[in-house]
């Protein structure tokens, strides 16, 4: 490719400079692999980006595109509507946890976030509590990149540049203790850092707080793992200052930790719960906000020809991605891949922790099938992960992330225990090339 055609797109999150001076370039994928420009098979460590759970090239995806496209290629939602939406958002509930009974489609998981966050404020509102307006995060919390998703987010590169952020924001430490270095799943330490939340209550008045958003796992701020009962005491502390619980699964939806959702297999209900991703298995953009029946059932009133909210997007329930996201939860409920991820879980574990024994890394994070290999940064923090990452692409033929100096694995839910060795031989040789 010329360097006037690479130049042309702004790749996002990406040193667009550097990649273009030697592109990593996907030309198919299939099953756990990519085939890159030059021919070599790619073990898919990452799912893509958190999304593929199904595997890449699923026909029965591809075959609902292609017809849905044939048949309805667009209709509006907008005081109109066609089938599908309606379809997807009463199969999709009946995986959600109890009382999550009401779908906002969005195009993307910023946009899931977004309208979470809309809704909360506009919730209290509803219910004459018009100064509960005020939102909490979570250090090295990511919730996407629109204004509202990043001054909630804890990820100070992301913020760099605008002085535009909402300003009633605050951010709860991020949950995780030293000590707690090579947990096998949850650490056992630290639940009491939710309390955090009752000091926030203390300083602004309950009366002044809208929402508190949480990913249940961290993913893009270094994959962090919430530390047993630290989310069920979150809840707890929300539920009794009248705070709406957002949790934020873009990356744990969908079969991610061995469960439909993160909250399912952690057994707390949160108010709303965001996701995207593997909703269509990557294959098309769609995101869906679940709501809770009371929030959902205070905007229905007033006049029968009053639109309730003055919010959504041009494809919200897009035919084509509602049909894509029909058959990829085909394949999730006749392979039962909301369970792989569990079976699957022991193996996935012992595997990463099998790389305690280098000298580089200095923490091991792991559940369901999400992983991460934090190293010790080198000279310059970042470099050690960037190293890795091109030596698993270049030479062993593996894709991983690189968040820092840490290793982030996700591989799609069909991997099976051979991949996941070849994936950790990969990483240990990788690795290995660092000089210390
Ligand atoms: C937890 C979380 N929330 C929100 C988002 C944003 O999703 P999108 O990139 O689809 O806007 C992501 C993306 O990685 C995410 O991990």
Redesign the pocket.
């Known amino acids: 490719m010329s360097t006037t055609s690479l130049n042309a797109f702004w790749m996002p999150f990406t040193s667009n400079r550097q990649f273009k001076s030697a592109p990593k370039m996907m030309k198919s994928a299939k099953g756990m692999y990519y085939t890159s420009e030059d021919n070599r098979q790619i073990l898919d460590g990452t799912a893509g ?2 999304c593929v759970n199904a595997g890449h090239g699923r026909t029965q995806i591809a075959e609902a595109a292609y017809h849905q496209l044939q048949e309805l290629d667009f209709a509006s939602s907008f005081q109109m509507g066609h089938q599908l939406p309606f379809q997807l958002a009463e199969r999709l509930i009946k995986h959600t946890p109890k009382g999550l009974d009401h779908v906002f489609f969005t195009n ?6 977004e309208t979470a966050l809309k809704l909360a404020v506009a919730y209290h509102k509803l219910k004459g509590h018009s100064t509960k307006t005020r939102l909490i995060g979570r250090e090295k ?5 629109n204004i509202g ?1 990043i001054s909630v987010g804890g990820l100070d590169a992301n913020k760099k540049y605008f002085d535009c952020l909402l300003p009633q924001t605050d951010h709860l430490k991020h949950a995780w203790l030293p000590g707690s270095e090579f947990s096998k799943g949850l650490p056992s330490q630290g639940a009491e850092l939710a309390n955090e939340l009752e000091s926030l209550v203390a300083f602004h008045g309950a009366e002044n707080i809208a929402a508190l958003i949480v ?1 249940p796992i ?3 701020g270094g994959v962090w793992l919430p530390p047993e009962g630290y989310l069920k005491k979150l809840r707890e502390i929300t539920i009794k200052h009248d705070i709406l619980l957002i949790f ?5 939806g969908y079969g991610r930790v061995g469960s439909a959702f993160a909250a399912n297999r952690f057994d707390v209900i949160p108010d709303f719960l ?1 996701s ?2 593997g909703l269509t298995n990557g294959a098309i ?1 769609m ?1 869906a906000t679940f709501i809770q029946s009371h929030i959902h059932d205070a905007f229905m009133r007033g006049p029968q020809d009053l639109i309730e909210l003055y919010h959504g997007y041009t494809y919200s329930g897009h035919p084509v991605s509602a049909a894509v996201a029909m058959a990829t939860l085909d394949i999730y409920e006749e392979e039962n891949l909301f369970n792989s991820a569990l079976a699957l879980e022991v193996h996935w574990q012992e595997a990463l922790h099998s790389l305690k024994d280098l000298e580089l890394v200095k923490d091991i994070r792991n559940l369901g099938l999400i992983g991460s290999v934090e190293l010790y940064s080198g000279d310059n923090v970042g470099d050690r992960g960037k190293q890795v990452f091109n030596n698993c692409f270049w030479n062993e033929n593996t894709l991983v992330r690189a968040i820092g100096d840490t290793i982030a694995m996700s591989p799609p839910l069909i991997i099976n225990p051979s991949q996941i060795d070849q994936l950790v031989t990969a990483l240990r040789n990788s690795i290995l090339k660092l000089t210390p």
């Open positions: 980006l958190w993307s998981g910023s946009e899931a976030v919390g990511y919730h996407g990149t998703g990913e961290a993913g893009a934020d699964e873009v990356i744990t965001t995207a991703k953009p995101g």
